[in-house]
């Protein structure tokens, strides 16, 4: 992968393994500072509906004909979950079938690794946020979309659950799917025979047709991600250009969105250095306040980090993307403090130097409030500086990477609508 505007040189599989970890930051892994809140902000804004932990399209039919199959064989079931997991296990297996690591139709099987058994995150849990975003879930009269628990309730036979109106705001009678008209299933679908990833073409028709039509959040302006579906372009960009190609800035948006973006990329080169910081800080409090040895792998990444990444990092305006945030929570304002305290630093020391001592304690005051006990960088972190010491894997990690707002999922999943995966 080239390496361009903020991005540093690693394998797309490398890409991907570090979103899924920093998607995972809401329980601390790597996400020690609150960096995943601007990174899902401006994902769900050019991504909608969209997840790290996406692999391919078709799984959103999958899922919808699953749940529509139950609900049209009858809303009585005895246990829904229990006949859901069974259909996501035959579908993994009738996939199986054509899995292979260099295969087209094999690569992106969710639970390959634990077939005869599915992941604790099924297919069902991990693509319904894009059946409501995308619109394939009719939506209820106030313009929210059935929760899959709520769908489950009423598979059950509940009949509490408000109705639900078609996109032209008409009511649904209590016995009609949630699901909006869905192309026909697969042969074989319901004999266990074998399944892969390539659409059909009535399929992709109508996912076509879905995400052209995918707005932003609270938003009548099409996505970026419906653009990119509608000029079918998500395939060759996802060959080597990137998020901030001219292509995309100049064929797609707007006077206004390639501020958004540009912000976003100014966002992302100095969340990387944020990070780099991190772990140098992490490093050197290690060595100099716990005399666990001599290393300095971190802060050699740093200065890696800070060279491709400076010019883009010190150009983000704070005000701008405040602005851009601004429908976040409160816990938001801490992780701006650390990187307008870490740009104006880099807009002094540039790349020489890189003295870390004056953005020790506003980092240490971000991790404390954030993680409370368990920060590395607090009172109490001696020993989660001796774990993370011991751990080589992460303690030599390789160097931070800038956030890319789920580009790489969203171009994955555009390959398969326009069949060049």
């Known amino acids: ?37 601007i990174h899902q902000h401006y994902a769900d804004r050019f991504f909608p509906g969209t997840s790290v932990l996406h692999t391919r399209l078709r799984y959103v039919l999958f899922v919808a004909w699953i749940f529509d199959d139950l609900w049209i064989s009858g809303r009585n079931i005895s246990d829904p979950e229990e006949e859901i997991a069974r259909r996501e296990l035959q579908v993994a297996k009738a996939l199986k079938k054509n899995d292979s690591e260099s295969s087209v139709e094999g690569w992106g ?25 995308w619109g394939i879930l009719h939506r209820h009269r106030d313009g929210s979309v059935p929760t899959r628990s709520e769908v489950v309730a009423r598979l059950k036979g509940a009949s509490s659950a408000p109705a639900l109106h078609d996109a032209e705001g008409r009511w649904l009678a209590g ?21 892969g990833f390539r659409l059909e073409e009535k ?21 970026l991600f419906g653009r990119l579906a509608q000029s079918r372009a998500g395939a060759d960009l996802a060959k080597g250009d990137g998020l901030y190609c001219d292509r995309v800035r100049n064929e797609l948006l707007d006077e206004q969105e390639k501020e958004v973006l540009q912000q976003a990329r100014y966002a992302a080169a100095l969340a990387a250095v944020v990070r780099a910081v991190y772990l140098a800080l992490v490093e050197e409090t290690a060595v100099h306040t716990d005399g666990l040895g001599k290393r300095d792998v971190c802060r050699k990444n740093l200065q890696m980090v800070v060279g491709e990444c400076l010019g883009d990092a010190q150009q983000l305006e704070l005000k ?46 971000q991790e404390v409030a954030l993680k409370g006990g368990r920060a590395r960088l607090g009172a109490l972190g001696r020993e989660r500086r001796k774990e ?3 751990d080589k894997a ?6 931070p990477g800038s956030l890319h707002y789920r580009w790489w999922v969203a171009t994955n999943l555009l390959r398969d609508l326009e069949d060049t995966a």
């Not at 390959?112 to 409501?132: E, I």
């Not at 992460?394 to 160097?399: D, H, L, Q, V």
């Open 109 to 133: 099987l969710i639970g390959r690794n634990t077939l005869p058994r599915m992941p604790s995150q099924r297919p069902s849990m991990t693509y319904w946020s894009a059946l409501g975003r």
């Open 1 to 37: 992968m080239q390496s361009q505007l903020g991005w540093t040189q690693i394998s797309r599989t490398a890409v991907q393994r570090a979103e899924s970890q920093l998607a995972t930051g809401a329980q601390g892994v790597v996400d020690e500072l609150g960096l995943l809140r």
């Open 203 to 223: 399929e992709r028709e109508f996912l076509r047709d879905v995400l052209e039509h995918v707005f932003e959040p609270e938003s009548a302006r099409r996505s």
């Open 320 to 365: 701008s993307l405040r602005t851009d945030l601004r429908p976040l929570d409160r816990g938001t304002q801490g992780v701006l403090d650390v990187m307008k305290r870490t740009r104006d630093w880099l807009r002094e020391t540039g790349t020489a130097g890189l003295d870390l001592k004056g953005l020790f304690e506003p980092y240490r005051k």
């Open 394 to 399: 992460r303690s030599n990690e390789s160097r």
């Open 388 to 390: 993370w010491w011991l």
């Open 175 to 195: 016995g009609e799917s949630p699901f909006v008209s869905l192309p026909p299933r697969p042969p074989g679908w319901d004999s266990g025979g074998k399944l």
